[in-house]
């Protein structure tokens, strides 16, 4: 039995989920508390306008003046957001199998891609509009046009980074090519699909909210706008804030997905 040098400790599994929880949520929660004294301080020291640029408090007023029109609006938009980003994954993936599988398929399809993630999307929003009207459905559209690059994008860089001589085990042991597909080549490359989810969850905000505000009579982008025309600054803050805590609020539920599928690609990090 050998002694532990001094000053060195044997670190604990509930030692290590300490220090984990501390660095996960202590040090997001730490940087925005800075931020939000940094702004504060901002328009107290210079002695900022509301109309210009309100302080926190400002902020909280607005939101609690109106807090159930907020939420209502909040669900619009997180509705919106999330069914663009599903249509982008349902569509997305099956592409990106058939760009993987096959090089003509790729070299067909992938300038169609480029020139339709090129089209810049707020020039798009007024065209959506047009053809679908003031609803639901042109938003989700939006959505689902700023997602669908990165998902096709990862998904394909991930089918195609699978070891050749795992497939070819697979075939030797007599396995169909569908059987390769699901037991092997997708769950390897499911790494690199979730690096393309949550670069397309942190655009589908953005894709919402372009939408709102080309054409809408309900959302945080509605919001955004109306606020402005009214000057009414600190509703549009309000508006922005619950905008960046839905962002949040996905980018780390997606995250937690990530975690659970794939335990083994957090350990590695």
Request: net charge positive; proline share 6%.
């Amino acid at each position: 039995m050998t002694a532990e040098p001094l000053g060195q400790h044997r670190r604990t599994p509930a030692g290590i989920r300490l220090r984990d929880r501390i660095t996960n949520w202590g040090l997001p929660l730490l940087g925005i508390v800075a931020i939000i004294a940094l702004w504060w301080l901002a328009t107290v020291v210079f002695s900022i306008e509301k109309y210009l640029l309100p302080s926190p408090v400002d902020v909280i007023y607005a939101f609690a003046g109106q807090a159930g029109f907020l939420m209502e609006q909040s669900w619009v938009t997180l509705v919106e957001t999330v069914q663009g980003f599903v249509l982008s994954i349902v569509v997305g993936v099956p592409i990106a199998v058939l760009i993987a599988s096959s090089r003509l398929i790729e070299r067909t399809i992938n300038p169609l891609l480029l020139m339709v993630n090129a089209v810049p999307k707020i020039a798009i929003a007024p065209i959506l509009v047009v053809w679908m009207g003031f609803g639901q459905l042109p938003k989700v559209v939006m959505v689902f046009l700023l997602c669908f690059f990165p998902i096709v994008i990862s998904t394909a860089a991930g089918l195609r980074s699978t070891p050749a001589e795992l497939v070819e085990l697979v075939h030797s042991l007599n396995a169909s090519k569908v059987q390769a597909f699901f037991k092997v080549r997708f769950p390897y490359a499911l790494a690199q699909v979730f690096v393309g989810l949550k670069v397309a969850i942190s655009l589908a905000v953005i894709g919402a909210v372009i939408a709102e505000f080309v054409g809408a009579d309900a959302g945080l982008g509605f919001v955004i706008v109306q606020s402005g025309a009214s000057a009414d600054t600190p509703l549009a803050f309000a508006a922005m804030t619950l905008l960046g805590l839905i962002s949040i609020v996905l980018f780390y539920g997606l995250a937690a997905l990530e975690k659970r599928l794939l335990p083994w690609a957090e350990e590695h990090r």
